[in-house]
């Protein structure tokens, strides 16, 4: 007899439904074909004992399995549950009638307890896509699946629920589609308020935040640098139902969701270290994965101790800042990963960290400081948008009693500034931020008056700046203006945004 069930395959962070036939006919053999791989063809084990430690029969005959379409690598353990629902329905153990209406996924223990998989809300998208019905998965999945509206979820705990639920019973109850809020629970462990001091560097992340601008902090030991980039996604806006969508797809496929999650709330923060290899950075591998880049879409990726990355490693990360997406191309497929992200990078302006600090004497030797400034190539530098000296916080600052402000209060502007950026972009879809501006948008949204015009050509012929740097310095001046609430850029907002790059590479060590 022959019998369909349907399952899922993942693609980078899109899934393709899988057809899963079985036909059992006379004979003692086991075939699996439809390019599974190693853990696929292991599961004839796990479901033959999980049948039986259920009371019912693993058929002891000729069983075909195919799995469709054959040229997409199937991969995992996940294909445990539509299999073994497929052997039962084939040897008449269990009706058939509900199976062309269900995706079904699920690890199965050899108790046949269901255990979690990994990708869940890019399958639940899927089959909402192909006109299933609902979904039939673990229940520690079930959450996660069920954001996705009008798709029927099931949450099952071993496979004899599922097997009653697809008999007719209603050993299975659907679990509810939760109401999604972006708002942020302020009763967090990192807050701006924890900083003391450093009231400047605090405006300059507060811009960064405003217009998703990427960030450096050069700074000597003890700073702040860390203690500031950590507390950063606490004062960017709550992420909107699509970006919570688009984020959470890319960390459940990675399989980082805690069990019962739902949706990702908090932006996420990345911090790799620095001996990581570029494949751990942009993702990739012989079935690519997402990689650090993709992990902090729509949040934070963090380098600290930036110039001890190593530099084929930070090179990679010039095409994503550019594009905001990260191409893996291998020989049979390429894939896509989504990485719209902040950079903030952290370092030391010389080797022994003290170079230029008010009370700590350098002990680098002459060229030391140049040669540890060039370990990081001038085109990155020149697509991060703010360039900060963080300074020591002198003892007075320290030991005040007064907080300053919580991240709540600067947030606050920060959403407000974003929102005058929703409306202008309202027509651009592929646009959320100044940041992203083209150079088209940015002569439109950026329009310099004389004296500003006059004061960018001073700063740029003083600095020596490059063209990239005049439009970033003209986006940067444009979040300032929205957070001024101003329609105009101004002589001022201009000044402050100069202010950002006055660190210019050409500048540093002498």
């Known amino acids: 007899m022959l019998v369909k069930t349907f399952g899922s395959a993942l693609n980078g962070i899109e899934a393709f439904t899988i057809t899963i036939e079985v036909n059992i006919d006379r004979g003692v053999q086991f075939f699996m074909v439809g390019l599974p791989d190693s853990a696929v063809k292991e599961s004839q084990q796990r479901i033959e004992s999980a049948l039986i430690n259920n009371g019912l029969k693993y058929p002891k005959k000729k069983v075909t399995i195919n799995m469709a379409p054959a040229d997409i690598r199937k991969e995992g353990s996940s294909y445990d549950l539509p299999i073994a629902i497929a052997i039962l329905a084939a040897s008449e153990q269990m009706s058939s009638a509900l ?60 496979i004899m629920d599922v097997i009653s639920f697809l008999n007719g019973s209603d050993s299975l109850c659907r679990v509810e589609t939760p109401k999604y809020d972006s708002g942020y629970d302020d009763d967090y462990a990192l807050d701006f308020s924890d900083v003391r001091g450093q009231e400047n560097i605090k405006r300059a992340l507060e811009v960064s935040a405003a217009g998703s601008h990427n960030v450096i902090l050069i700074g000597s030991p003890g700073s702040g640098k860390t203690m500031l980039a950590k507390r950063l996604p606490t004062i960017m806006p709550p992420m909107t139902l699509r970006e919570a969508l688009e984020t959470t797809k890319i960390h459940s496929v990675v399989g980082l969701l805690n069990n019962g999650t739902s949706l990702l709330k908090m932006r996420p923060f990345r911090s790799p270290h620095h001996t990581t290899s570029y494949v751990g950075l ?39 800042m550019e594009d905001r997406v990260v191409t893996i191309a291998r020989a049979k497929q390429t894939t896509e990963f989504p990485a719209n992200f902040m950079l903030v990078a952290a370092m030391n302006p010389c080797p022994c960290g003290y170079y230029n600090h008010p009370t700590q004497e350098c002990t680098c030797q002459p060229g030391t400081v140049e040669k540890y400034l060039n370990r990081i190539s001038g085109p990155l530098l020149d697509r991060i948008d703010l360039h900060i ?122």
């Open 282 to 320: 942009v993702g990739g591998g012989a079935y690519p994965q997402p990689g650090e880049i993709s992990l902090a879409h729509n949040g934070v990726l963090f380098l600290d101790e930036l110039p001890e990355f190593k530099r084929n490693v930070l090179e990679v990360l010039r095409q994503p």
């Open 389 to 510: 000296e963080v300074t020591p916080v002198p003892f007075e600052e320290l030991s005040k009693k007064e907080i300053g402000e919580n991240s709540k209060m600067v947030r606050d502007r920060v959403s407000l500034a974003r929102k005058i950026q929703t409306e202008r972009f309202a027509d651009l879809p592929e646009i959320h931020s100044n940041a992203q501006m083209t150079a088209k948008q940015i002569e439109k949204y950026c329009a310099l008056d004389d004296e500003c015009s006059k004061l960018l050509k001073s700063a740029m012929d003083r600095l020596s700046l490059s063209a990239r740097a005049y439009d970033r310095i003209r986006k940067v001046a444009r979040t300032i203006a929205d957070l001024a609430d101003s329609p105009d850029i101004k002589p001022e907002h201009l000044a402050e945004a100069i202010q950002y790059r006055s660190l210019d590479r050409e500048n540093w060590g002498k």
């Open 99 to 158: 199976l062309e209406h269900y995706v079904i996924m699920g690890e199965l223990s050899l108790d046949g307890s269901l255990n979690p998989i990994k990708g869940v809300l890019p399958i639940a998208i899927r089959a909402l896509q192909d006109g299933f019905r609902g979904l039939i998965l673990p229940m520690s999945n079930a959450k996660e699946a069920a954001v996705v509206e009008d798709l029927e979820v099931y949450g099952a705990d071993n």
